[in-house]
């Protein structure tokens, strides 16, 4: 038993140095330009806040509060909402109403709108 369990061993370390990670770190970086709801409506049609829909179709006056939310995940050939954030997730603050243009969006500009998600990870190689 003594010397099969010495093999044994000695297999795992052998297969333990062989083994080599692979480190990856860098960001992502997202440049808002502009939003247009003009009707001040969520993705699924209701209105943003609380106010009924007005005869013209439109919400009423008080307008969204909107913010992004940013989740990194592997490639899905159907992408899903739900579930992990794998290489990284940022949600903004409330950036804006309905309509809005970020100033700084043209070539020059600096950081207004832009989202930057730092990620690192490790993925095994042998």
Do not use: M
């Not at 052998?14 to 247009?36: D, H, M, P, R």
Request: glycine fraction near 12%.
């Amino acid at each position: 038993v003594s010397n099969c369990l010495r093999q044994a061993a000695l297999a795992f370390f052998t297969f333990l140095s062989a083994l080599q990670v692979c480190q990856s770190s860098g960001y992502f970086e997202l440049q808002l330009i502009s939003v247009e709801n003009p009707r001040g409506q969520l993705l699924n049609g209701d209105c943003c806040d609380s106010e009924g829909r007005q005869a013209d179709g439109n919400c009423g006056l008080d307008e969204c509060d909107t913010y992004f939310r940013v989740c990194l995940k592997e490639y899905q050939q159907e992408v899903k909402i739900g579930g992990p954030c794998t290489y990284g997730l940022e949600i903004t603050k409330v950036i804006g109403g309905n309509t809005f243009q970020f100033r700084g969006s043209q070539k020059g500009s600096h950081d207004t709108g832009k989202i930057v998600i730092p990620f690192q990870f490790s993925w095994p190689v042998s």
